[in-house]
T-cell receptor
Framework: AQKVTQAQTEISVVEKEDVTLDCVYE???????LFWYKQPPSGELVFLIR??????QNEISGRYSWNFQKSTSSFNFTITASQVVDSAVYFC?????????????FGSGTRLLVRP | NAGVMQNPRHLVRRRGQEARLRCSPM?????VYWYRQLPEEGLKFMVY????????ESGMPKERFSAEFPKEGPSILRIQQVVRGDSAAYFC?????????????FGQGTRLTVV
């Protein structure tokens, strides 16, 4: 079955620390997409990244970077020099296409608290 | 190009009332998805619709919940006789089509509180 596991329920760091959020997935598909979303206290979902299963190159966007390792079925997210505004719940998600249906399978989220 | 629009943003209903949540997809998108986020949990897929058709309702509760996406107008998620356990954030997403390359865009959600 398709599954996304975010084992870290809550992480607390001090501003300027680096922090890594873990994501492990299970899928029967050979082609799939992985996503990260941010949900700030205001509640909306902010799209961060989408990664194709064939593209294992790490990606960097400003203070954000993603490490995709197909061998360990992991898609970890690192925030460098964290800031208070990074405080949010972060969700990892996996795409699933089956019987003409499309859906995202979400992890349970990691709540990140960045303290000043 | 406006994004996915959901309204209302917040909805309060008494137990036993009906809740209607609306979702207008992005322009040019004919595929709509509804997800539910219970407090302190991740999002869970509920239903996937195309215009006038329900494609996959495998995540919908068997009773009291229904969804439609008419030829004209927004998609509606309807919850009849709401109970406290229905209190959650309901997110809608839309896409132009369905393929492995599909990118779905999410609305800002409707927060339903049942009192």
């Amino acid at each position: 079955a398709q599954k996304v596991t975010q084992a870290q329920t809550e992480i607390s760091v001090v501003e300027k620390e680096d922090v890594t959020l873990d994501c492990v997935y299970e899928t029967r598909d050979t082609t799939y997409y992985l996503f990260w979303y941010k949900q700030p206290p205001s509640g909306e979902l902010v799209f961060l990244i989408r990664r194709n299963s064939f593209d294992e190159q790490n990606e960097i966007s400003g203070r954000y970077s993603w490490n995709f390792q197909k061998s360990t079925s992991s898609f970890n997210f690192t925030i460098t020099a964290s800031q208070v505004v990074d405080s949010a719940v972060y969700f990892c998600a996996l795409s699933e296409i089956m019987d003409s249906s499309y859906k995202l399978i979400f992890g349970s989220g990691t709540r990140l608290l960045v303290r000043p | 190009n406006a994004g996915v629009m959901q309204n209302p943003r917040h909805l309060v209903r008494r137990r036993g009332q009906e809740a209607r949540l609306r979702c207008s997809p992005m322009k040019g998108h004919s595929h709509v998805y509804w997800y539910r986020q219970l407090p302190e949990e991740g999002l869970k897929f509920m239903v996937y619709l195309q215009k006038e058709n329900i494609i996959d309702e495998s995540g919908m509760p068997k009773e009291r919940f229904s969804a439609e996406f008419p030829k004209e107008g927004p998609s509606i998620l309807r919850i009849q006789q709401v109970v406290r356990g229905d209190s959650a954030a309901y997110f809608c997403a839309s896409s132009p089509g369905v393929s492995m390359n599909t990118e779905a865009f999410f609305g800002q959600g409707t927060r339903l509180t049942v009192v």
